[in-house]
């Protein structure tokens, strides 16, 4: 039998494989919100121009609200000899309503109503993830407020470098993230244009009105050339670039948590929620979930290769090729929108070990910058040659075998005559921190303006920075280690 939706000029029915190839139901079906949506916007601006009438537009529609019922339900059977979400739904709607069905179509295509589909579904998305970054910044400018005044190694190639706080480094992903949900809502802008009308490729004799679908779908305006509206995947290739680099951001995280939470840094606690046991070696807590998160960007990226791939050559207007775009895209959207969930359960539940991130911030002579400064400073010494002499402070402490902190001041006056006692102040991990006030330096009074800044910004509501000196406990997961 012969495809009853277009086989009109068939003598046979597709070979079992080409059905196999072709159907793209198994995956599209989860587009059915957005294929009756715009079909019930579709029907509406037939009837309003006159192409339909409004009998058949309200036979249209209610059959359409009962066919989105039954697939909400699950009593929906879908038929991969239907192809897609368009012929399923269409086919259900003829045998609910009869002929008034077959002129929905009019007027449009299965090419300008998959990409107004694919669109709404993109821009649904869109809207879900932003939600999702902004509850995993205010997750993360929480803890940061917490952690103002904690102080841990900040590292360059991983190697000690200065001392930094914790909330400081927290917030540094905040402005990561808020990057992405920039880059995700401009997307979202450019995407705003309603393809629905522009049906195979060329546009259509009847005399639609573009603007009120468009308007009905919450789209800014109409496509303005038909060629381009059926065959351009732009929309979700941006939204992929975003989704990848957001990814990116998190498999940093994600590779810091891990580094953190192992035994040799003690740096954070991953609660039991966000951790597994291993079946042979019973001290283990591995930190699956930010393995996960850190691995994701793999098949975000990997989408977005696919689909540049599949894209590229493809001549105008559209081709069977692009039903390849929307498998590899739910399932990066998907993963995107698990990591940030699990990222966020795991910045909630971890649990800061402030004395071992403060013992391991003073290893490493890592307040030698501040020694330098110092000379600056108060001996008006030139930079270059104040790091040379702080260079052989740290070689005598060295040879010592002890920090920065442990040299007497006589000890500092066979380096230099010129220096006095006033240095020791300098030394301390908290002096180092606390003098970095420049703007978006280290220093926790700067953190907790920033983390007010950014709740006042998330929230929309105003909030003051919290004093100084008013540490909070470092978690709610369990068994805390402070
Ligand atoms: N299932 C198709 C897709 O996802 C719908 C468009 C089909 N268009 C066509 N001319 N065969 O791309």
């Known amino acids: 039998m012969s495809n009853k939706m277009w086989g009109g000029r068939f003598a046979t029915g597709p070979d079992a494989i080409m059905e196999e190839i072709n159907a793209s139901i198994g995956f599209d079906q989860r587009l059915f919100r957005q294929d009756i949506a715009g079909s019930i916007a579709h029907a509406t601006m037939l009837a309003d121009t006159g192409i339909l009438t409004h009998e058949d537009r309200d036979a249209i529609v209610a059959g359409l609200n009962e066919v989105l019922a039954e697939i909400e339900d699950g009593s929906f059977t879908f038929s991969r000899a239907l192809e897609d979400i368009h012929m399923n739904v269409e086919s259900r709607l003829r045998e609910k309503i009869g002929d008034a069905a077959g002129r929905l179509h009019t007027a449009r295509s299965r090419n300008d109503q998959v990409a107004t589909d694919f669109k709404l579904y993109v821009r649904d998305t869109i809207d879900t993830l932003v939600i999702q970054v902004t509850t995993l910044q205010l997750a993360l400018v929480e803890r940061a407020e917490a952690e103002a005044e904690t102080i841990m190694p900040g590292f360059t190639h991983l190697q000690s470098a200065q001392p930094v706080t914790f909330g400081h480094h927290l917030l540094a992903y905040v402005e990561m993230l808020a990057r992405d949900a920039g880059r995700l809502l401009d997307a979202r802008k450019r995407l705003n244009e309603s393809p629905l009308g522009s049906a195979a490729l060329a546009g259509t004799p009847y005399p639609i009105n573009r603007t009120m679908t468009a308007e009905k779908l919450g789209f800014d305006r109409p496509t303005a050339n038909s060629l381009d509206a059926v065959s351009d995947r732009d929309f979700i290739l941006e ?175 066979t380096i230099d005559e010129r220096i006095d006692s006033r240095i020791h102040k300098v030394l301390t991990v908290e002096a180092s921190v606390a003098a970095r006030q420049s703007y978006g330096g280290t220093a926790p009074a700067n953190v907790l303006m920033q983390a007010a800044r950014w709740k006042t910004l998330l929230t929309g509501q105003s909030h003051e920075p919290k004093p100084l000196g008013k540490k909070k406990h470092g978690g709610h997961g369990d068994g805390g280690v402070e």
């Not at 399932?331 to 795991?346: E, K, N, P």
């Not at 052989?392 to 920090?403: P, R, S, W, Y």
């Open 239 to 413: 939204t992929l670039a975003a989704a990848s680099i957001c990814a990116m951001h998190l498999s940093r995280f994600a590779e810091e948590m891990v580094i953190w939470s192992s035994a040799q840094f003690g740096f954070v606690r991953l609660s039991d929620k966000f951790t597994t046991g291993s079946s042979i070696m019973p001290q283990k807590r591995n930190p699956d979930a930010a393995e996960l998160v850190r691995a994701k960007i793999g098949r975000i990226l990997g989408a977005l290769t696919s689909l540049l791939v599949v894209m590229k050559g493809l001549p105008l207007a559209y081709s069977k090729d692009m039903q390849e775009d929307k498998e590899v895209a739910f399932d990066a959207l998907d993963s995107l929108s698990l990591s940030l969930a699990a990222m966020t359960g795991m910045v909630g539940d971890m649990t800061a070990n402030r004395e071992r991130m403060r013992a391991s911030a003073s290893a490493g002579f890592s307040t030698a910058t501040d020694i330098a400064d110092w000379l600056v400073r108060e001996l008006n010494i030139p930079f270059r040659d104040a790091h040379h002499i702080t260079g052989q402070i740290v070689a005598l402490a060295e040879g010592k075998g002890c920090g920065l902190e442990g040299l007497t001041i006589e000890d500092f006056k």
